[in-house]
Every structure is written in C-alpha cells, then in structure tokens.
C-alpha cells in the first residue's frame, strides 16, 4: 500500500542525537516527539519505578524554563502534551499549532541539556507523592488492578529487567533521593541515547537549522550499555491466587515468548486476534457467546526489546467456576493445533489488521510516535508498509507452530478472587 | 551556537485554518445527512444518531434503551449474531453502538472501498434487526453481570451516585445509562421490540459522514440502502422535574479502598445559555486545563492526587457543574478544604492573565480538533443534538474573543455556587467519618444505593 510509505529524512547531530523529519501537511500543526532510549529495564532493584518518576521530573521545569511553565507555555500555544514509560523507553510529546514549532524544540533542549540545576527537593516530594497516588488510582485501587504486576514478577526471573513494572512498588516510590535522580539524568538523559521526530507542517532547512541552535551544543553522555539478557525460560508452571475486592473470579494464563518484531511476534498477534479479538474468535465464541461461562476474555503478545510474554485473560460469570474456564481455553487451543484455523478466519484477522494501519495515519502524534518506534526497533523508521507485511504473510501453519512452539510450555496461571462478595 | 536560552521563542506567523464545512441533505424518509468531505486519507465515518437515549427509559424499566441497543446488532437481514459480525471484520470495518443518557450512536469506520458494503450491513440493522428472544435473554444476562461488576469500581460509583443524589430521582437523567438490576430483570423482550418500533426511526435519528465520499455517491448508496426505513415517532419526553440543591456530604462506603473519589457539585445553567463561552472561559482558568487552579493546587501544591479537575456537563435537558478528583484517603478533608477554598476564591474572579491565557489556549487549539475524521464527526455531531446555530464552529473564535474579564468574572458569581453544593465520597466510611467531624462542608449523610 503506497499510502504506508511515509517519506522521512533522517540523520545525526554531532552530538549523537538522532533526528526523523516527516511533512504532513494536512493540517496546520506539528508534532514534536522524543524517545529516550531508557525504561524501567534499566532500573536497579530497590529503586523500581524511577525511569517512570523520571518522566514527572521533566515537567517540573528546567534551569531557563520555571515550574509549570513547560505545561503553561505549551497550552498558551494551543498544544497538547505528555509523556509515557515503558520498559524500554521513555517519550515526550508535544502537538502544537505549527507557528509554535520554535517554542516545542526551545522547551524539549532545556530539559534535555539543563534539567539538573533546576532540580529540588520540593519538587522531588511534591511529585514522589503525586506517583503515589497514581498506583493508588490506576493499580491498588482498581479491580484486578495488580494483575499485572503479579504476573510479570512470577513469569520473568528475579534478575530480568521485566520482573517488576513501570509504576514501582510502593516502598520503592518512597525511597528515592536527589541522587537517584541526579545520577539517573546523567545516564541516560543525553543526545546520543535519544531520538527526535518533527512530524506535520513545517519548513525542513528552517527546522534543521532550528535543532540544530537548540539541540547542537547539549554534550553527549558517556554511553549507555545496553543489557545483556540470556535467554530466559520458565521451569515449572506457577499457580498464584489472590484476593482483591472484586465481585467475580479472574483468570491468566501467561507464556513467555518473544520479543519485539521477533519471527514469531506478529504471529502470536494474530493468534491473539483469532482467540479473542471479536464475536468469532475461538474463545470468545466458546466462552462469552455460546456456553456463558466467561464474561469477558481477551487475549494479547507483549513484546519488548528483552523479552515477550502471551496472555489469556477470561472472567468467569457468577457461580462459574475458573476450572471449567481454564479447561475450555486449553480445548480451544488444542482445536486449533490439531485442526488448524479456516482461511476465512485468518482473512478476518489480516482485514481488520490492515485497515488499522489505515485509520492510524489520521491522527499526527500516532504517526510520529511510530516513526520513533520502528527507528528504535528496527533503525528504520518508516517501516509502516513493512510492519503490515509481517501480519499479511502469516500463513495457517504458523499459527499451529507458535502454539506448539511456545502455548505448550510452563507458565503462569494468576487467579484473582473476591476478597468479600457484595449481595 | 551563542544565543540567549532563557529567550522564550515567539510564534511565526499563524498559518491558515479553515473550518472544515458540511452540507445537509434529507433523504425522502425523513432523514436529515451531514456530510464532510475529507480526502487525505481513503477512509470513510459514519455516525447515526438516534434520539433514545436512556432518559427516555419507562419507569421501572431502567436500562430498556441500553439493553436495545446491546440487542439491535444481534443479528439483522439475513444474518444472525456471529454472520453479522463476521460481516463487518471480513470487511476491516469497525463497528461499534453505544447508548448515553441522549441518544443511540451507532458508529462505523471503514475503507473507502467497503463504504457501500459496510453501510448495507448498518441499513440491516435498523431496518431488519432480530431481536430474538435467546439473544436479548443473552445480552440482558450480560449487562446483569456488568453491573455486579460495576460495584468494584470506584470511579463508576462516585459518577453514579453523584448523578443520582444530585439529579434526584423524579428526573430520569439521574437514573445510570446501564440501567438499575431489578428493574433489567423485569424488561421482557417485546418491551425492546416495542422500543425499537416507536424510537428507531428515521425522523428521528440523523447520520454524519465524513470523508473520501462524493456527495451524488453517497446519495446513491444512501438511497439504495435506507429507503426501506419507514415510519415515524412522536415521542415525548417525560416531564424532568428539578430537584433543588443540598448542601450535604454523601459517604459511599466503600470498605478496604485505599483512596477517596470525590464528586462534588450543583445544578448548573444548559448548553445554550447566553453566558456559554463565558462559563467555559472560567472553567478553563478554574479546573479544565492541567494547568488550572485546582490541578495546581490538588496535585502540583499538595500532591494529594494524580489529577483533579472542574466541568460544567452538559446533557441535551440538564445541566450540572461539578469537580473531581480522586485522593489518597487520610487526605480527604485537606483535599475539600482546598477545593472549597478554589470554589470561593474564584467568586472573586479571575485576573486578565489567567483569561488571556484561557483565550489563547482555546483559540489555538481550535484546528486540532478538527484533526481526525472522528473529531469532525463528533463536532457535528455536538452541534446537532444541541441545536447550536449553523455557523456555530466559524464563529466560535470570534465568540471566544469577545468575552470580556467582566463577563467571566459575572459568570463566576452567577454560575458557581460554593454552599450549595452537593458532595459524594466514595471510600472506607470509618476513615472518612474520622476526618469528617463538623459540618463545615454540609452535613454528612451515609448513602445508601438502591
């Protein structure tokens, strides 16, 4: 598809910061986008959840940009911002009125080259507190909230960067100083381990020699190494029950994989698209549709650069039990090793794949988003056309391969139960 | 490269924007189309709303339009539940419905090249839906079990119960979307038959299309498929009767939460009141922006919370302002005490920065929300259901424009309201109580839901 071709210029400043330039002019704005090439992976024990506190810290101004004033100048302008954490990476964006180019660049250099003088202890409280509240709000408070939590401690090894989860765990929260965020800036908050996307409207010569003015003197840092993982693997099967205050009983069925953009990645995609990924699928056709023992179930691969992991998750209806649920799943699965899937079932999955690559190039900071991800990923960023093509040309027989390859193995089963039943 | 960093870089000159426009016309059947042309990109919205939402719910039958519209899918033409959905996948096409307090929207998203074939497939299910007796005792068993599970969650309750006890319940806008349990259990299926016959028609509903479409296209595949849908509805709101303000604190309980949600609010004036940019300038300086004064001082100054904010809502006959957010639970009484501070200082109105900035940040974000072909729909969507007049989306900078500080700081006397407000907590009710001990916020009643 032509459409997924997207054109780009690439290349490096001195400094080692690498830059992705991408017109679009469509509408009258542009899209900054910034992925700092550090994650929750690279966090040490004890001190989870700091590349995640991180990100707070780089709104709380720089040495030429006051408190609140990142927030404030990019809203003045009519922008929208934020950023997230992964366990890979950690990006920062703005959208903004394409006149207000100028200011997005000004704003992502000061904190990039200038955060450390601005940085205190007040503000380092303010926004440990505000961290808190949010795995109160988004995990301890929610329904299921710390499922996944739960499952990646007990599916990655105790030494794998995957085995605890962005947010942190609370006493880690808790405990970081100055240092830890001083020492952690200066690691890996630097040109050489970023990579920066302008996507939009804009003038390509103006904006080079813009980056380069806002960008070109900050110093690189001393290099990052990159982990060095051997393959991970799960001996035995784990059984982990919790209580939580939910009214009705959880299942997961967890399986370590592979990574991203790995030979079987995009498989295993497909593989959760053809179990749970509409009315047809497998188990959605078994479990919610036709017998009513499952509320819910959904099916997903996780894939990062330093491992992956496939999930069944299904919510039993009242008075069902998890049992019957858990045997239903491996059924399903078995069904389709030994009988393999219909054509029309993988044209169903590849349709909807296809036309969400589609309906993704409507919205500016999606698209920059991906061209930062597939640069980091594959060092190329406009692999949209590519990316699609790993989902068209799954055939049948990979499917009962992946299963076979890797649905067979150990794994984790989590089951989350009420903790007290409201009538 | 020398040059001064604590310069803050000016804007270039501001680039065009022109507002996308629709042009409308009826189809013989009485059904009024928007349609937005838009060609970037080979994809092509359609929205059709349908004027059954669940305020038009009967009484004791809480949650008969939910429940029509989780049943009108299940199964239409010559396809039953699982060939319909196959139908649409095989096509890529996203398919979606969803029932508010207003309307039925169903939804969908396709490529240009599956418009026609994704649009039968919808025809179908307004003009031919089964609606069978094992597929609606199925889809009613399911929303059943949503609300069971509804009780666990801490965000849904606080909405709920706020909506409930500040609407009151001889206003059947109080009464959730999903619906309430016993009465779900009591809907039989002819009453979703019935609801469907008088409700799903075509004047009563509208369709937006936006995108790679020609008009005299359109008008074909439109024509083909939806002359077929006949009939008409007279239908009449129920009398929405007000209930007046209380300043009261209602507890939830909650037992074991380690947070408090807090909804605190009052009736507020509708859509089209004449102080509308007005309200909305001062909300923007008050708790709709991460920038405005309650996020600052909740989260920023305090750090009680990862987010907390101020609205003023907005249904088709109803109308409220309130303020959220949610805290951790021994910070409860701190969290009120500064949002009522926020609530008072407010009266006495905002500085020219502050509406500079609102008016800025308004303005300027306005073409990004003409951004996506789902930002266009639903914008024309808003303007319909609410009767805004035509040019409503060209005048609307200048409208912003022209609010004065005066009129902000008139909107604010005439609009917030801090002692009469009503408060819901949801959280552990011992703990809350403990901090809770006078009645400095309105007197503190234990709630109880049905």
């Known amino acids: ?423 | 490269m020398k040059f001064d960093r604590n310069i803050i870089p000016t804007p270039s000159p501001v680039s065009l924007f022109t507002v996308p426009e629709e042009e409308t016309f009826k189809l013989e059947n009485g059904l009024q189309i928007y349609h937005i042309k838009k060609s970037e990109l080979p994809i092509v919205l359609v929205k059709v709303v349908i004027n059954s939402g669940s305020k038009f719910d009967p009484v004791d039958k809480k949650g008969t339009f939910n429940l029509l519209s989780m049943c009108i899918d299940e199964g239409a033409g010559k396809f039953n539940s699982l060939e319909l959905s196959e139908q649409f996948d095989l096509l890529g096409t996203s398919f979606s419905i969803h029932c508010n307090s207003d309307n039925i929207q169903l939804t969908l998203q396709t490529l240009k090249e599956n418009f026609s074939k994704s649009l039968e497939l919808l025809s179908k299910i307004l003009i031919e839906p089964h609606l069978k007796k094992e597929d609606f005792e199925r889809e009613k068993r399911k929303i059943l079990t949503r609300l069971q599970q509804l009780k666990d969650d801490p965000e849904y309750l606080a909405n709920v119960s706020f909506e409930s006890i500040l609407i009151g319940s001889q206003n059947s806008y109080s009464f959730p979307v999903l619906g309430v349990e016993k009465n779900i259990k009591q809907i039989a299926t002819g009453e979703i038959n019935d609801s469907y016959k008088n409700f799903i028609l075509p004047n009563n509903s509208f369709m937006v299309v936006t995108g790679d479409i020609d008009k005299n296209e359109l008008m074909k595949v439109l024509k083909q498929n939806l002359s077929g849908w006949q009939g008409k509805s007279f239908n009449n709101l129920p009398k929405l009767k007000n209930k007046k303000d209380i300043h009261k604190i209602y507890i939830a309980d909650k037992k074991d939460s380690v947070q408090t949600e807090i909804r605190t609010g009052h009736h507020s004036t509708g859509r089209n009141s004449e102080d509308y940019f007005a309200k909305h300038l001062l909300n923007s300086t008050l708790g709709g922006q991460f920038t405005s004064r309650i996020n600052l001082n909740l989260r920023e100054k305090h750090g009680f919370t990862y987010g907390a904010g101020s609205n003023f809502n907005y249904y088709k006959d109803e109308a409220y302002f309130s303020v959220y957010t949610s805290v951790g639970i021994d910070d409860t009484y701190n969290a009120l005490k500064e949002i009522f501070r926020e609530l008072n200082d407010i009266m006495n109105g905002v500085t020219t920065d502050e509406l500079n900035f609102a008016k800025s940040s308004i303005v300027r974000k306005f073409p990004s929300n003409f951004e996506t072909y789902k930002h266009i729909t639903s914008n024309i969507t808003g303007k319909i259901i609410f009767d805004l007049p035509d040019n409503y989306f060209i005048k609307y900078i200048e409208n912003i424009n022209s609010i004065s500080l005066n009129n902000v700081n008139k909107a604010a006397i005439e609009n917030i309201f801090p002692d009469q407000m009503t408060t819901v907590l949801v959280g552990d009710k011992d703990k809350l109580l403990k901090q809770l001990k006078s009645d400095e916020f309105g007197e503190v009643e234990i709630y109880e839901s049905e």
């Open chain 1, 1 to 423: 598809m032509e459409l997924l071709n997207l054109k780009y210029e690439k290349y490096k400043l001195d400094n080692g910061l690498e830059v992705i330039l991408h017109q679009n002019k469509n509408i009258p704005l542009t899209a900054v986008n910034l992925w700092y090439k550090v994650g929750s992976a690279q966090e040490k024990k004890g001190k989870t959840g700091i590349a995640h506190l991180f990100e707070h810290m780089m709104f709380q101004g720089s040495e030429h940009v006051a408190k609140e004033m990142h927030f404030r100048l990019i809203q003045e302008a009519g922008g929208s911002l934020n950023g997230s954490t992964s366990f890979d990476r950690t990006n920062y964006f703005e959208k903004v009125p394409s006149n207000f180019l100028e200011l997005a660049l000004w704003l992502e250099a000061d904190r990039m080259g200038f955060l450390l003088p601005a940085l205190d202890q007040e503000k380092l409280d303010n926004q440990k507190k505000v961290v808190y509240n949010e795995r109160l709000e988004r995990y301890d408070n929610q329904p299921y909230g710390l499922a996944w939590e739960l499952l990646i401690t007990n599916l990655y090894n105790k030494s794998h960067p995957y085995s605890w989860s962005t947010i942190g765990f609370a006493e880690d929260i808790k405990s970081y100083t100055l240092e830890d965020v001083s020492g952690f800036f200066k690691k890996f908050y630097s040109p050489d381990n970023a990579s920066l996307v302008v996507a939009g409207t804009f003038d390509i010569d103006k904006t080079k020699s813009l980056v380069e003015k806002y960008f070109g003197d900050i110093k690189s840092g001393n290099g990052v190494n990159h982990l060095d993982l051997t393959d991970i693997k799960l001996n035995e099967t784990k059984t982990i029950v919790h209580k939580d205050n939910v009214q009705l009983e959880r299942i997961y069925l967890s399986w370590l994989t592979q990574k991203a953009f790995d030979k079987d990645d995009a498989v295993l995609d497909i593989l959760s698209d053809l179990l749970a990924g509409s009315k047809n699928a497998r188990l959605y056709k078994s479990l919610v549709f036709e017998k009513e023992i499952a509320q819910d179930v959904s099916a997903f691969q996780f894939s990062g650069k330093y491992g992956g992991h496939f999930t069944i998750v299904a919510t039993a209806k009242p008075e069902k039990s998890l049992d019957e649920i858990k045997s239903e799943i491996f059924k399903e699965i078995e069904g389709i090793k030994t009988n393999g899937i219909k054509p029309s079932e993988l044209k169903r999955s590849k349709n909807g794949i296809k036309s969400s690559f589609v309906f993704a190039l409507q919205n500016l900071d999606t698209i920059a988003d991906h061209l930062n991800l597939y640069n980091f990923y594959l060092n190329e960023p406009s692999s949209f056309a590519f990316d699609l093509n790993r989902y068209e040309s799954v055939g049948k027989e990979e499917i009962i391969n992946v299963i076979s390859n890797y649905l067979i193995n150990p794994f984790v089963e989590l089951r989350i139960i009420p903790k007290n039943k409201i009538s």
